[in-house]
């Protein structure tokens, strides 16, 4: 007779999501899912962080986060004197809150986001910290350029180092060409591109760029939510009503969680980003840079995600 043996428990794995929110509405697809996944135990969502001094992308990362069960989530406010500020012209943030005001309890939530890093960094056991940047690269210069403080008397490098298992980034488009999160900050993203110490995950522009979603949160038998409002604002705007909406953002979060390879295979080397904001790759079999490529069709990718947006 053979003996049974309980598998050890694996634990969620410790996120921090880095995010532009207010230009588009990716975004918040992306935030959605990562809640869910939060919710199934597959990660632990330390933190959400702006890095848009946008000032309605805090507020907005509030409300979702009071909305899907967690209004003391942490809450990252970029410096001004780095971080861009690219403003919602569509006008979807502005929408949410009139009908989703911050809720009470996530009010006091906002730290400044290099700081929030650190502390957060600091806690955390060595190599276990996936960070998803589904924005500029503002917030994560700043951290390498950060020196020791009452939380660790680590450099930012050190810290990423010993702390970080990996970084995900939406960025770029491989293997060459002019991708909007480069480019709005482009000292920021080649100085993080040469220097950060752990595995880089690149999901570029071209793997988002034609899975359409959103859709089905038009249909009128719906709740109000705060991802319905969103996604009805913004296709709107985008005239994307009858086609759904690009999802470079959530595409990046189903990466991070693709452990297993099933959606997306690894191509190693190392990006190169240039003063214009354009990028390019040089392939090194033995790099720890990495660009994704599509493992399966754009339409599951598609399916996956109009899933997950449903859910809430």
Known sequence: MMACHRQPAVSPMPVIWDTDIGPDFDDAGAGLILHQLADAGKINLLATVACNTY????????????????????????????APLVPDNCHWTDSVLAHFPVPVQAQATVQDAVMLYRRLLAAAADHSVV????????????????????????????????????LVSMAGSFPQGR??????????????????????????????????????LLRPDLPLSPIRQTFRIGLHCWHEESTGHPSWDETAVLAASDTLHQLFDWHPGHIRIYADGTNGWENEPKGNQYYLVLKTSRAHLAKLIDDYLLRK
Do not use: M
């Open 55 to 82: 000032p309605n992308s805090t507020r907005i990362l509030q409300v979702f986060n009071g909305w899907y069960g967690r209004p003391q989530l942490p809450v990252g406010k970029p410096d001004s004197a780095y």
């Open 131 to 166: 960070i998803i940047s589904t924005g500029f690269f503002s917030n994560l210069a700043a951290l390498l350029h950060s020196g020791p403080d009452s939380y660790v008397q680590d450099s930012g490098i050190q810290l990423v180092r010993t702390k970080v298992k990996y």
């Open 179 to 216: 991708e909007f999160n480069v480019y709005q900050d482009v000292q920021a993203a080649a100085y993080v591109a040469d220097h950060w110490p752990t595995p880089v995950i690149f999901c570029g522009f071209e793997i988002g760029d034609s899975v359409f979603t959103g859709i089905p």
